[in-house]
């Protein structure tokens, strides 16, 4: 049960959500705007050590479903002028999630601020390049991309060292 709800609400969803914005998307293109929109799901990208399975199965199992269709879906899409990316935290990013289930203080001190995954997100879907479609993007690395460089302000305790977040070695 538990594992039909991860892809319920990881797998499933997307591929749901998405065909239920299609006709949106395809419209806007056929509008002659300069993109025909962007879907942006919250997936990792492809990291098969088994690591990530041991203790994480499910999980991964239903993450990684995701990753794939956001490949899968960029393929399909493209001829539309609609861009699907992923995007993934390179860190653990503190959330009311991470304090009170997750580890507690000692994550939340080793996190990132949400608004490293806002900024991010913002990066791709106001990106004109129609380059930045089919990725499986990790936060950092695409605002790296856009030419930043500073990402102390990002910290939830200055103190702390940054950990890693799942699927990113």
Known sequence: KRYDLMFQINTRAVMVCSQAALPYLKSSSAAGKQSGGHILSLSPPLNLDPKWFANYGPYTTTKYGMSMLTLGMHEEFKKYGIS??????????????????????????????????????????????????????????????????????????????????????
């Open 84 to 169: 699907v990316n992923s995007l993934w935290p390179k860190t653990v990013i503190a959330t009311a999630a991470i304090e009170f289930e997750a580890g507690g203080p000692a994550v939340m001190k080793a996190a990132r601020l949400p608004a490293i995954m806002a900024d991010a997100a913002y990066a791709i879907l106001s990106s004109s390049e129609r380059s930045i479609s089919g990725r499986l993007l990790i936060d950092e690395e695409i605002l790296r991309e856009q030419g930043q460089n500073d990402f102390e302000q990002y910290r939830f305790d200055p103190t702390g060292k940054l950990m890693t977040d799942l699927f990113v070695d």
